[in-house]
């Protein structure tokens, strides 16, 4: 079993940055790819930004140029970088990970963190 954690969501005005961190702990794992979903009041979640365990990376492009995904895999940490924030970048910002214990692969998702940006 692995769970993620989130943290550093909160309220900013509109132009500030934020900075997500999402840690995995629990027993012997290897984390391949790390994600980044959000899901504003009303809409469904969306995919943000994705890390692959080579380091590739993708994003939606209403956060291209904005928004960076990275990892330290000797945390097992994940971070999206957030700056030149907009109010519609508000929503709660969800976590996700493939992870290989052993030789299978699960899916794992955070509780999720609150971001809030006001104009």
């Known amino acids: 079993q692995v769970q993620l954690v989130e943290s550093g969501g909160g309220l900013v005005q509109a132009g500030g940055s934020l900075r997500l961190s999402c840690a995995a702990s629990?027993?012997?794992?290897?984390?391949?790819?790390m994600d980044w979903y959000r899901q504003a009041p009303g809409k469904q979640r969306e995919l943000v930004a994705f890390?692959?365990?080579?380091?590739?990376?993708r994003y939606a492009n209403s956060v291209k140029g904005r928004f960076t995904i990275s990892r330290d895999n000797a945390k097992n940490t994940g971070y999206l970088q957030m700056n030149s924030l907009k109010p519609e970048d508000t929503a709660v910002y969800y976590c996700?990970?493939?992870?290989?214990?052993?030789?299978?692969?699960?899916?794992?998702w955070g509780q999720g963190t609150q971001v809030t940006v006001s104009s």
């Open positions: 629990g027993s012997t794992f290897s984390i391949n790819s």
């Open positions: 996700h990970a493939e992870v290989r214990i052993l030789a299978h692969a699960y899916s794992y």
């Open positions: 890390i692959s365990s080579g380091g590739s990376t």
